[in-house]
Structure formats: C-alpha cells, structure tokens
C-alpha cells in the first residue's frame, strides 16, 4: 500500500506545483497531547489517537483476542484467512514476539505479494482478459508475475516504476 500511495503522489506532483500546497510545509514537532487513561496507549500515535477519542466522548474497542488478531492480520497482508494451524500456533504462542513473528511469517508468503498487487492492478486497469463480450487470449501473464515477483521481493518503488515505464530500455532488463 506504501508502495501505491508513492506512485499516486508522483502522479500529482503537477498538481503540487504551488509552494504553499501542506507537502512544502517542512514537518514540526508536536508535543504528545494529556490523556486521561494511558494505560491503552502503546506508542505515539495512539496518544494522538485516544486524546481525538476522549474529546469526542468515545471509549477505544477492547482489543481483538488473538484468534480474531491473526484473522485480521492474515486477511490484510494476504487476502486470505489464516489456516487452523496458523492460527492455533499464534494463540499458543504467549511469547512478546508472537506477533511480530507472524507478521514476518505473513510478509514470506507468496500471496502477500498477491494481494499487494490487486490495488497496483487496479490503478494499471491490469486485466487477463479483453472484457466480457470480447474475451481473447491476452498473453500478460509475464506482467502479473512480474508485478507480484517485485512486491514479494520488497523491490525499491522508484526501480518498480523505472522498469515498468521503461522497461525495455533499462540496461540489464
């Protein structure tokens, strides 16, 4: 997704011409606002999130037990759900490092790069096929591989964008 939203801002950066425009703003410092119940606050970002929570009256959701976190976890990195053994393993597994492990488990599976792939697809209008009406053999196989080849190897984004606009003028492609 990381990947995505940086192409999506190349793509604007006409638009982002105007030297007021907020992405010229160089970034300050901001000091981490009072809550009132610190103890759900894990890092940073939720001290920002619980303080807009508290001004609004709203009590954060308890968190997801571990067989609900590793189905969520497993259905956004991958778009699939997560085998009974994946997620008996991560409800057995009480270390500190549980979840960090099946993140890392999650990111070496071939479907990551599968489902990290659909939203570039999406953005290409990528499609096997000609259309409803009009199906033919469309050989651009090569290029799906490819596209889910790159994000399961964590290639660099401005070499993913390189290759694919001039891919056939890149030296050693």
């Known amino acids: ?13 006409p ?7 907020w992405a010229f703003i160089p970034p300050k410092s901001s000091v981490l606002p009072k809550v009132r119940d610190s103890s759900w606050v894990r890092n940073e ?3 920002f999130i619980l303080a807009k929570l508290e001004t ?8 997801a037990d571990r067989s609900a976190l590793v189905r969520r976890l497993s259905l956004d990195l991958t778009g699939l ?15 500190p490092k549980a979840y960090a492990r099946l993140v890392e488990r999650l990111l070496a ?15 290409a209008r990528f499609a096997d096929t000609s259309g409803y009406a009009a199906d033919r ?10 596209v889910i080849g790159a994000f399961n190897s964590n290639m660099p984004f401005n070499r993913f964008s390189i290759d694919q ?7 050693n492609s």
Request: one cysteine or more; aromatic letters at 12%; a negative charge.
């Open 15 to 21: 638009v982002l011409a105007e030297a007021e425009h």
């Open 137 to 146: 053999t469309r050989n651009v196989w090569p290029y799906r591989d490819w």
């Open 1 to 13: 997704m990381f990947r995505l939203s940086c192409y999506l801002i190349l793509l604007s950066l």
């Open 56 to 63: 609004e009256g709203i009590v954060p959701s308890k968190e």
């Open 165 to 171: 606009l001039a891919g056939d003028m890149v030296p």
């Open 81 to 95: 759900p997560p085998s009974t053994n994946l997620v008996l393993n991560f409800i057995r597994d009480d270390s």
């Open 45 to 47: 970002i939720d001290q």
């Open 109 to 123: 599976s071939p479907h990551f790069g599968e489902r990290q792939a659909q939203d570039w697809f999406d953005l």
